[in-house]
């Protein structure tokens, strides 16, 4: 019988440096070195944690957030630049796969951007979030699904979303399509409340049943200093509690280790990857039990562009008008007359 391939994964619930993205990205370097310590080979921080997610978006009106608006521009990160090299360091010093949500800076626009490292150290992936939710349209921009890819690193075939792109089934189907076996999900954390740990509880469920593969979620946390320094009003620190639920999930939808809901903290699971096939054989979502002659997913793998060169875009254009002349052609056939 041939040997279990076994890969050890972390989440990694944490708070971020609310005043310093250097802060921040030394906790993530610590982390990475405290679970390679414990023989971990995957670790996966929270949504957009360096330098933080940007909760005074959450409960300050656009009119109140400027200056804090501002000073996420000037702590965000550029990739490649000294944040990805550092993470890349450990990355390939530990020989681990390292997934790392960052506030991207891209000359004048933000992004929530996904960053996977495999064990070489190399930025395998770097994805957008498809489309920021409610009140984060104002602070990042929307991002495509040229980045919606499937790593293939030496521990498996490892993939990403956050948080509410769990919600769109064709961005999750996408990495399906791609055969991910650990898909690695991102939450801010202390947003919401309770309501918002058990919608995330279902959702990466859900995934894992689905798609057959392993889910390892992370989400952040804000201590009670931290929440103070965001608001001062006791009724919107309410909404900056609770949403925390930092878990690891088989194939088979079941949880590998004790959920993390409070406090920081690491789970540790050791995922089996016999399991995959265990779930796949009884229901393969993008295999046996697809009906790609019925359902079928297309999908604009084109990097968002705002110009393309002149003659590149005269050409497309009358391409397309010449494509449909030619279709309505085929379509019309004149009556005639015997």
């Keep these: 019988m041939s040997q279990k391939r076994i890969v050890r994964a972390a989440a990694v619930q944490i708070a971020p440096d609310l005043e310093s993205g250097a802060g921040t990205l030394a906790k993530v370097c610590e982390a990475i070195d405290e679970a390679a310590g414990k023989g971990v080979q995957l670790i996966v921080f929270p949504e957009t944690f360096v330098p933080y997610y940007p909760y005074f978006s959450f409960v300050r009106p656009p009119v109140h957030s400027g200056s804090d608006h501002m000073r996420l521009y000037e702590q965000a990160v550029v990739v490649p630049g000294p944040v990805t090299d550092a ?95 650990i898909h690695c999900s991102q939450f801010p954390g202390s947003l919401v409340g309770p309501i918002f740990a058990e919608q995330i509880e279902v959702t990466i469920r859900h995934h894992a049943l689905e798609s057959g593969c392993f889910v390892v979620n992370a989400t952040g946390w804000l201590t009670e200093a931290q929440i103070a320094s965001v608001t001062t009003d006791p009724a919107l620190q309410k909404a900056l509690r609770g949403g925390c639920n930092t878990a690891i999930i088989s194939p088979e939808g079941q949880h590998l280790a004790p959920p993390l809901r409070e406090g920081e903290g690491m789970v540790i699971a050791d995922l089996d990857m016999s399991l995959i096939t265990k779930r796949k054989r009884m229901m393969d979502s993008v295999g046996h039990y697809a009906r790609p002659e019925l359902l079928s997913l297309a999908i604009n793998e084109r990097p968002a562009a705002t110009a393309v060169p002149m003659a590149g875009a005269f050409s497309n254009f009358h391409g397309s008008i010449r494509d449909d002349i030619q279709r309505e052609r085929a379509g019309f056939e004149p009556a005639i007359d015997d």
């Excluded at 626009?109 to 984060?136: C, M, W």
């Excluded at 690193?153 to 993939?159: F, K, M, N």
Aim: aromatic content about 8%; hydrophobic content about 40%; overall charge positive.
């Design 87 to 181: 993470v890349a360091g450990r990355a390939r010093r530990h020989g681990m796969v390292v997934v790392l949500g960052v506030n991207e800076r891209d000359h004048g626009s933000l992004y929530n951007t996904q960053l996977i490292f495999d064990t070489e150290g190399n930025l395998a992936v770097k994805r957008r979030k498809i489309t920021p939710t409610f009140h984060e349209r104002m602070i990042w921009g929307q991002g495509d699904a040229a980045g919606l890819k499937v790593a293939d690193t030496a521990i498996g075939r490892v993939g990403a979303l956050a948080c509410w792109e769990h919600y769109n089934p064709l961005a999750r189907y996408a990495l399906m399509t791609q055969h991910e076996e």
